[in-house]
């Protein structure tokens, strides 16, 4: 019985943190049986354990689950907030699948996550300023109290325009503070190989990283 197998994989997880491969093999076998139709509600026992590496395994699998994992959109706050760099990282994933118009305070944490020193997260919030829809954008900037953060959202906002600012944004990858270079590299991302490559050259990491690897995929779809 397909519940059944389920309920024996969460417990498997959960039960037997500390045993990678336990976990890896039950984590894997679960998300087919979440894909074959397992309730994904059930997740909210991992999500709510008090061990990382259990909490971990759950975000992992809502990640994956991509569209599949909207019904478990109200956990997103707990994982955005939570100490755990994975969780917050997958947990920005589900978001952006998963979050619109009705969701401004949950994509408004999300963008909050731009001032986030982490490097993996600061990585991971330029491929969701690049790929959310102005939808998405304007439900969460209009959760966003005025200062920086919301400016630089609605300047994104201004850039999906015949006419962009690209002067501003070879500017703002050049000399701005690391979160207006963040947000200037996820314009160019959708504004053309020009921009795109020469963000792939800009002295910070995370943007160069980021621009190479939309650069091979976008190659490697030519």
């Known amino acids: 019985m397909r519940t059944q197998l389920g309920d024996e994989l969460i417990e498997r997880i959960r039960t037997h943190p500390t045993d990678d491969d336990i976990v890896g093999t039950a984590a894997n076998d679960l998300l087919s049986e979440l894909y074959a139709g397992y309730p994904v509600e059930n997740l909210g026992r991992l999500l709510h354990s008090d061990n990382e590496v259990v909490v971990r395994t759950g975000a992992w ?3 994956e689950l991509v569209e599949l ?5 109200d956990e997103l706050p707990a994982l955005l907030a939570g100490p755990i760099r994975n969780v917050r990282y997958y947990a920005i994933t589900v978001a952006l699948a998963n979050a619109d118009g009705r ?4 994509i408004a944490q999300v963008l909050n996550l ?23 954008l304007e439900a969460g900037t209009s959760c966003l109290p005025p200062g920086q953060l ?12 015949e006419e962009p600012d690209r002067t501003g944004i070879f500017l703002r990858m050049e000399e701005g503070d690391p979160v207006t270079r963040l947000f200037a590299a996820a314009a160019a991302a959708s504004l053309g190989l020009g921009l795109l490559e020469h963000a792939a050259m800009v002295e910070d990491e995370t943007i160069r990283s980021f ?4 650069l091979k ?6």
């Open 61 to 63: 699998l809502l990640s």
């Open 69 to 73: 994992a909207a019904p478990m959109i």
């Open 103 to 106: 969701h401004g305070p949950i």
């Open 114 to 136: 731009s001032l986030d020193p982490d490097e993996a997260i600061r990585w991971k919030m330029l491929e969701f300023l690049a790929e959310a829809s102005i939808e998405q």
């Open 150 to 161: 919301k400016e630089l959202v609605e300047w994104l906002i201004l850039q999906d325009d």
């Open 211 to 214: 621009a190479q690897t939309r």
């Open 217 to 222: 995929r976008l190659r490697e779809e030519d």
